[in-house]
T-cell receptor
């Protein structure tokens, strides 16, 4: 599975959009991009995943660049409860494993 | 909603004890996983299972074993607990199709003294 690079930490004002970037320049054609988050003292929570096209669900939007070498997770209206560590993971279609990196610690500021 | 339940939230055990961490999922998922999480090291996969009685080693299996006798239950066993196994342990499950999401339990914080 390809490696990912994320900023260590980010701040976002409450009510504003949080845009979390992820670089995955070595991604291959059959690898998906997944996003999870982990709120303090809880298990990771799935947010969204995609292959090529942009995806949206009730939690977030995922924007994948045309060359698929990077992606951005967008939380449209961040709240204090969105403060968490966000993990970007690249996973092959035939792989059962999720390999977690260090993630981005997002702090939503009142 | 999928529920992954770990038997204990906090556990304190003595060095040398045999420790069982239990995980149960209620959504008939084929795949189950055990991770440990340590500060600065992130989540690391210990073992996973893609079917009853089947198991595969993850990245750090040394000092651990697993058991999956029933589809809904996946146990992590520390044969002889050591202080370097003090950690947060997280169980997860996912459906058989590899591209679907995994669901995690709340974690067990194990302290070995």
């Amino acid at each position: 599975d390809a490696k990912t690079t994320q900023p260590t930490s980010m701040d976002c004002a409450e009510g504003r959009a949080a845009n979390l970037p992820c670089n995955h320049s070595t991604i291959s054609g059959n690898e998906y991009v997944y996003w999870y988050r982990q709120i303090h003292s809880q298990g990771p929570q799935y947010i969204i995943h995609g292959l090529k096209n942009n995806e949206t669900n009730e939690m977030a939007s995922l924007i994948i660049t045309e060359d698929r070498k990077s992606s951005t997770l967008i939380l449209p209206h961040a709240t204090l409860r969105d403060t968490a560590v966000y993990y970007c993971i690249v996973r092959g279609a035939g792989s059962y494993q999720l390999t977690f990196g260090k993630g981005t610690k997002l702090s939503v500021i009142p | 909603d999928v529920k992954v339940t770990q038997s204990s939230r906090y556990l304190v055990k003595r060095t040398g004890e045999k420790v069982f961490l239990e995980c149960v999922q209620d959504m008939d998922h084929e795949n189950m996983f055990w991770y440990r999480q340590d500060p600065g090291l992130g989540l690391r996969l210990i073992y996973f299972s893609y079917d009853v009685k089947m198991k595969e080693k993850g990245d750090i299996p040394e000092g651990y074993s697993v058991s999956r006798e029933k589809k809904e239950r996946f146990s992590l066993i520390l044969e002889s607990a050591s202080t370097n196994q003090t950690s947060m342990y997280l169980c997860a499950s996912s459906p058989g199709q590899a591209t679907t999401e995994a669901f995690f339990g709340q974690g067990t914080r194990l302290t070995v003294v």
